[in-house]
């Protein structure tokens, strides 16, 4: 990175079904455009697979490889195993990131970093997550939230939050070196 400042980092978080994913990647799709470079971190259920059985790198990995690397034309991974250690710390995995203008956070509910809530009507756990938590900066629902403690916004307004994320993390950051100078 050119800059000693930290990339900006913005969450996204909800209990499960309540719409983070499609949230995430509308975000990623509307920052992508405006034409900031986006990385992101998703935190998964305790054992996600990223190749299915039958890959060579699932082979590898089953015949003890501890981290396997995948690389290609357009793409590479690196599958890590932790073979009983802890989940690497949301610091930690920020800190293996390539340069970017803005990183932003699916899941990790708990974490100190500024974050919209997500939430649907029909989601399993109605419980909101804003009052308790300072770092919630903002609620997207698809229904009206009354009395809501932070700015709301449709889950469906993207280009709204967009906005909202830009001025929450964005407006004060610096050219990180991506091409993209910051308003």
Same mark, same amino acid.
């Given at each position: 990175?050119? %800059?000693?400042?930290?990339?900006?980092?913005?969450?996204?978080?909800?209990?499960?079904?309540?719409?983070? &994913?499609?949230?995430?990647?509308? !975000?990623?799709?509307? !920052?992508?455009?405006?034409?900031?470079?986006?990385?992101?971190?998703?935190?998964?259920?305790?054992? #996600?697979?990223?190749?299915?059985?039958?890959?060579?790198?699932?082979?590898?990995?089953?015949?003890?490889?501890?981290?396997?690397?995948?690389?290609?034309?357009?793409?590479?991974?690196?599958?890590?195993?932790?073979?009983? %250690? $802890?989940?690497?710390?949301?610091?930690?995995?920020?800190?293996?990131?390539?340069?970017?203008?803005?990183?932003?956070?699916?899941?990790?509910?708990?974490?100190?970093?500024?974050?919209?809530?997500? /939430? /649907?009507?029909?989601?399993?756990?109605?419980?909101?997550?804003?009052?308790?938590?300072?770092?919630?900066?903002?609620?997207?629902? +698809?229904?009206?939230? $009354?009395?809501?403690?932070?700015?709301? #916004?449709?889950? +469906?307004?993207?280009?709204?939050?967009? +906005? #909202?994320?830009?001025?929450?993390?964005? %407006?004060?950051?610096? +050219? &990180?070196? %991506?091409?993209?100078?910051?308003?």
């Amino acid at each position: 990175m050119s %800059s000693s400042r930290p990339t900006p980092v913005f969450g996204i978080c909800g209990w499960k079904k309540s719409g983070k &994913t499609t949230l995430t990647t509308r !975000l990623i799709a509307e !920052l992508t455009r405006r034409g900031y470079r986006v990385a992101s971190v998703k935190h998964a259920h305790h054992d #996600f697979q990223v190749d299915n059985a039958e890959t060579d790198s699932a082979r590898h990995r089953r015949s003890g490889a501890h981290e396997v690397a995948v690389v290609g034309g357009k793409r590479w991974a690196i599958i890590h195993e932790l073979d009983g %250690s $802890e989940e690497p710390s949301l610091d930690e995995t920020l800190s293996r990131l390539s340069p970017a203008d803005i990183v932003l956070v699916e899941g990790y509910k708990r974490a100190a970093i500024p974050k919209i809530e997500a /939430r /649907r009507k029909e989601q399993p756990d109605p419980r909101p997550l804003a009052p308790g938590d300072p770092m919630v900066k903002a609620i997207a629902a +698809d229904h009206e939230i $009354e009395g809501a403690p932070v700015p709301a #916004f449709s889950l +469906d307004d993207i280009p709204a939050i967009a +906005d #909202f994320i830009e001025r929450e993390v964005l %407006s004060n950051a610096v +050219d &990180t070196g %991506s091409g993209h100078s910051c308003p």
